[in-house]
Structure formats: C-alpha cells, structure tokens
C-alpha cells in the first residue's frame, strides 16, 4: 500500500540553525501539506501546496519557513533559524486530488531544538 | 475564528461502546474527519461526514448534525488496541482544503 514517507525520524539542532525536513508524499498526490504537533498539544496547519505553489499558509508559517517541491517526488519544509519554540512533531501529508477528501499522513519528523 | 471541543479523556472496557462527542465552531464548513492517533505516531483516517446522518464502517460509525455544530464518533466492540487519541478535524472550506484539528480524545480501554 502506498504511504508517505518522511525523514529524518529524529533532529536535533542547535538555536539558530537551519533545518531541512524532507516528505516523499504518495506518488500521483496533487495537495500536499505541512502540519505540527507540540508535545502534548493539538495539530496544526502550517501551510498547503497545489501545483507548484503555497497554497494556504497559517499564521504559524512565517518568513522563517519555507516549502519547496523540488523533482517530481520529493516535498521539503526549511525553517531557516530555528527556535526553541519550534520543537515539534512535523507531520507532512498528501491527498490524491480534488475530488478525494483524505488526507495520508507520514510518519512524522520530531524536531528538537536545544 | 475557530473552534473545536472534544472530551480530554474517556475510558471503556474491552467488549464495549464509547461515543466521543465534537462541537465545532468554524468560519466555514466543507466537511468533519475523524483519525485515530497512537501515541508517538502519524494520524490515521477513520471517517468523513459532510452531509448530516451517519457513516458507518465496521465496528467505527460517525455521526454529523451541521445545524448543531456537532459529531461523534462511536466505536463498538472495543478492543485493547483502540486506546488511542481520537481526533476530530473541521475543513473550513473546499479547495485545497487544510483540516482544522480539535485537541484529540484520549481513549483508554482496559480489560
């Protein structure tokens, strides 16, 4: 069956520093989107992404952040110097087309910003 | 603005039936999800309603009254491994569709 993928499962990263979080969603996906989820809190909607661009973004999203599609396969989230604050589960997901309503869910990266 | 009201925690026993309840106050309405979600891992779709009544499939069925602003999700049959968080989410409108998450219920299921 196919699934969304994400790595890395785990990283930790010093204030400041920039991060890469990469998704591979499901193949033939059209929407694709970035949620998080702090421990112990709700999920939520960083940003959507339809046909090459930004399609939606929360006011979480900010200048710091940044998605890119960058092959045909591949669906990364940058945030450009992290902050403690950003310690999170970073989840990416995918969904088939406009006519199909969920959402798949990867695995999730757990950032860790010391 | 948007909200979403679930229960913090529920507990049940195994053989049993539990209702978790979700209101929800959004801004639009294009539809209310439910995905099921193990602790330390991805959520996973459980159930879409966007016209009122009830979806049923297997042993999970949900339920959406949009004049109320109000679901729920009921699970039969409990068994040990449905001890998870339930997550009710709103999609405010159609399109490209983000999903507007409640704070989850955590369901535990003892012996």
């Known amino acids: 069956e196919p699934e969304v993928t994400q790595t890395p499962s785990h990283q930790v990263t010093q204030m400041g520093q920039e991060v890469i979080l990469r998704c591979v969603p499901i193949s033939n996906h059209l929407y694709f989107y970035w949620y998080r989820q702090i421990l112990g809190q709700k999920v939520e909607f960083l940003v959507s992404?339809?046909?090459?661009?930004?399609?939606?973004k929360s006011e979480i999203f900010d200048d710091q952040f940044s998605v890119e599609r960058p092959d045909g396969s591949n669906f990364t989230l940058k945030i450009r110097s992290t902050k403690l604050e950003d310690s999170a589960m970073y989840f990416c997901?995918?969904?088939?087309?406009?006519?199909?309503?969920?959402?798949?869910f990867g695995p999730g990266t757990r950032l860790t910003v010391l | 603005g948007q909200n979403i009201d679930q229960p913090t925690e529920m507990t049940a026993t195994e053989g049993a039936i539990v209702q978790i309840n979700c209101t929800y106050q959004?801004?639009?309405?294009?539809?209310l999800f439910w995905y099921q979600q193990h602790a330390g891992e991805a959520p996973t779709f459980l159930s879409y309603n966007v016209l009122d009544g009830l979806e049923e499939k297997g042993r999970f069925s949900s339920f959406l009254s949009r004049s109320k602003g109000y679901s729920y999700l009921l699970l039969k049959e409990l068994q040990m491994k449905d001890s998870a968080s339930y997550l009710c989410a709103v999609s405010p409108r159609a399109g490209f569709q983000k999903l507007v998450f409640g704070t989850g219920t955590r369901l535990l299921v003892s012996p």
């Open positions: 992404f339809y046909n090459n661009e930004i399609s939606e």
């Open positions: 959004t801004s639009g309405f294009n539809g």
């Open positions: 997901a995918s969904r088939a087309g406009q006519a199909y309503n969920e959402q798949f």
